[in-house]
């Protein structure tokens, strides 16, 4: 037990002045970006312990995002594999449809607080795009969307998403035209008009103070998960799960946990295999290196760049992890684990079939590990953060697998 009562005092202790989590995060900028960064993390500590502030933003999870989600326990799905009990924290229902939102409004509602008219973001596959364009629109600022020209061919509905809520795509045509080029470009837009705007990461990584507020706005998922279990059930889940890409929405999910005798996984993508360029898990296979202005584990060569990575969900195909999950792991209080493309597959058709719930394949590969730990456990409880819905996913999940046929005649 003594393992979960010495997180008690974990959030005074993480990230450090500095920004790290033990010997993971920091900020690695050039000159000229320090002064945005710092004014970012001045602004955030002064700012979020306001009642207004709190105030403001526990109305716009109500009226505006349709919070709290629900906690939803699939009965049928559970019934296939034992008496091991699968439930979801609903974020597939959060507004726009996955847990993106929660950043971004905090963020937003920062920036406003900041005096700033305009928020700035990459966006590769266009999901943290078109949630910023939503908190955007909802603050009545300004958006700047930098992607690269190769994911604008690849995103159209998403880009049009975004434009429909008013705003600027802008294309980054330089080196391989995505998601790193697209960060690039952020950054020296940020630099150039920080007076103005401010810079809205998608996950939670890059330099401090990003990784510990994304966390802190996605935070409200677990809080929320963890006073409804507790009321459904009367006891903890023994397990909790969720999908890292990034590492956001697993963050917010774990993090109000992890005093709470509760074993937790992260679920990583395995994707096609464990050869270098087939697969995006970076706690698996990575080591500690340094990326976008922050240290932690990456996928790297030996001179320091990343490696290609892959994965069925787009969402999950980035080289790095936020630094918090490499401290979780190294004290030991996270387990990281993979689930491939067609175990996230698999799962994904399961909960639509068996519990009318059409997952993104994101989030499936939470999913396919609360099946595993279901099979492997015959009994207690598993908690899945379901990050998002599928309706993104329909068309290229049938090009590839149809209606999922494949995986019910075996
Ligand atoms: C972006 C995304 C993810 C991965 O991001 P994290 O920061 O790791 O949470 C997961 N699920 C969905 C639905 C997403 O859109």
Redesign the pocket.
């Known amino acids: 037990m003594n393992k979960y009562r010495d997180f008690d005092n974990y959030f005074k202790e993480f990230p450090n002045e500095k920004g790290y989590f033990g010997e993971y995060g920091g900020s690695f900028l050039p000159p000229e970006l320090i002064p945005a960064f710092e004014e970012a993390k001045n602004s955030y500590e002064a700012i979020c312990q306001s009642a207004q502030f709190i105030n403001e933003l526990r109305r716009i999870r109500k009226d505006f995002q349709g919070r709290p989600t629900p906690v939803y326990h699939c009965e049928r799905l559970s019934k296939l594999f034992g008496n091991c009990q699968i439930y979801l924290k609903r974020e597939d229902l959060n507004h726009t449809g996955?847990?993106?939102l929660n950043h971004c409004m905090g963020e937003g509602l920062l920036a406003k607080y900041m005096g700033k008219k305009k928020l700035i973001a990459e966006t590769g596959a266009g999901?943290?795009g078109v949630a910023l364009a939503t908190a955007a629109a909802y603050f009545g600022m300004e958006c700047d969307i930098y992607m690269g020209e190769v994911d604008i061919e690849k995103q159209k509905p998403n880009v049009i998403r975004m434009k429909m809520l008013g705003a600027n795509v802008i294309p980054v045509t330089h080196g391989l035209k995505t998601l790193k080029e697209a960060v690039d470009a952020a950054f020296e837009a940020y630099m150039n008009e920080y007076d103005d705007a401010i810079y809205c990461i998608g996950?939670?990584l890059g330099p401090h103070p990003f990784p510990m507020m994304v966390r802190d706005f996605q935070a409200v998922i677990g809080h929320e998960a963890r006073d409804q279990f507790l009321e459904m059930t009367g006891h903890f889940p023994d397990a909790i799960t969720a999908?890292?890409?990034?590492?956001?929405?697993?963050l917010g999910m774990f993090t109000p946990f992890l005093a709470d005798p509760v074993e937790i996984y992260g679920i990583e993508p395995l994707g096609r295999g464990s050869n270098v360029g087939d697969h995006a898990a970076t706690m698996q296979f990575g080591t500690k290196g340094r990326l976008h202005g922050f240290e932690s584990y990456l996928l790297q060569d030996e001179n320091g760049e990343p490696l290609p990575v892959y994965s069925i969900a787009s969402?999950?195909d980035y080289p790095g992890v936020g630094p918090e999950h490499a401290h979780l792991r190294d004290l030991g209080r996270v387990h990281y684990e993979t689930a491939s493309d067609e175990e996230a597959m698999e799962a994904f058709f399961l909960l639509c079939r068996y519990e009318g719930i059409i997952p993104?394949i994101?989030?499936s590969h939470a999913l396919a590990y609360a099946i595993r730990y279901a099979k492997e456990h015959k009994s207690g409880s598993i908690l899945c953060c379901l990050?998002?819905r599928g309706d993104k996913d329909i068309d290229y999940v049938y090009e590839n697998y149809g209606c999922g046929e494949k995986f019910f005649n075996k």
């Open positions: 996955a847990h993106k999901q943290h996950s939670a999908c890292v890409g990034g590492g956001s929405n697993s969402g999950l993104a994101e989030s990050s998002g």
